[in-house]
């Protein structure tokens, strides 16, 4: 069983560029400036239905 | 959660009837068109209809209030909105598409113009994405709407992954129900409701998102 992370990433496709979240807060940290994912962060996906 | 009705300034406290998978198109209605205005509206109806995407605009709503107030309802019920702007239009109609394309900015909708080539965007909306009509203009189309239904994915990732904050979780339920139509986002937007405690006006607004009726 896979263990939850408490900071993930997502990139959003307006932008092209990665936003970082956190799960246990319920907020977005930051947004990547610069192109491609931030190091040693998981990238969340869509959960399968 | 909260709406400033234009006309009144007041929050909105009624029930709005979302349309999920819809387009709002500004455009010029009446009068004259150019013959690539035309032959713009003629490719965008093709494409949202292969889409099952419904078409919107000024004249799609019958009420007895006041134009403004109507137009507001209609932007804020759709998910996305599609400007149509040429050189050869009155600018009085430019000046309308204009503002309801910073309308729908401000209340979080996917946007797009879509201008003819002499046309000069202003530049406030500079960094608004846009399409000019030439011999690409059906890909790139077909690219907006593709990149619209990754933004809905995205934000059914950021619902899941907000959940900490169940009114942001529901927001981007609403906006991804909004543009898919798909029943996934609206049941797990109910699982929400049932599981936190809101308050009556946020819960008619949520209802009303999802067409929940109780």
């Known amino acids: 069983m896979s263990v939850k992370k408490r900071v993930v990433q997502v990139k959003n496709p307006k932008t092209g560029k990665y936003v970082k979240i956190d799960r246990e807060k319920g907020r977005i940290v930051a947004h990547k400036k610069s192109v491609g994912p931030y190091k040693n962060v998981a990238v969340a996906r869509k959960r399968s239905a | ?214």
């Open chain 2, 1 to 214: 959660m909260i709406f400033y009705n234009p006309t009144e300034n007041d929050v909105l406290t009624s029930w709005i009837r979302y349309n999920p998978k819809s387009t709002f198109i500004m455009t010029q209605l009446g009068g004259i068109k150019s013959i690539d205005v035309v032959a713009i509206m003629d490719q965008l109806s093709i494409q949202l209809a292969a889409r099952n995407i419904q078409q919107l605009d000024a004249n799609s709503l019958v009420t007895g209030r006041d134009f403004q107030s109507k137009i507001w309802k209609l932007a804020l019920s759709v998910p996305i909105g599609i400007a149509v702007v040429s050189e050869t239009m009155p600018q009085s109609t430019i000046a309308n598409v204009f503002y309801e394309l910073g309308l729908m900015n401000a209340l979080g909708k996917e946007t797009l113009v879509i201008k003819t080539q002499d046309f000069i965007i202003p530049s406030d909306f500079i960094r608004t994405e846009y399409i000019e009509y030439d011999d690409s203009f059906e890909n790139r189309f077909t690219n907006f709407l593709n990149q619209v239904l990754d933004q809905a994915e995205y934000y059914r990732i950021l619902a899941d992954n907000l959940i900490a904050k169940p009114l942001l979780s529901i927001d981007y339920l609403r906006r991804a129900y909004l543009i898919t139509g798909e029943n996934s986002h609206r049941q797990r937007a109910i699982q929400i409701i049932d599981e936190n405690e809101f308050d009556e006006h946020l819960l008619l607004m949520i209802r009303s998102y999802f067409n929940i009726q109780n």
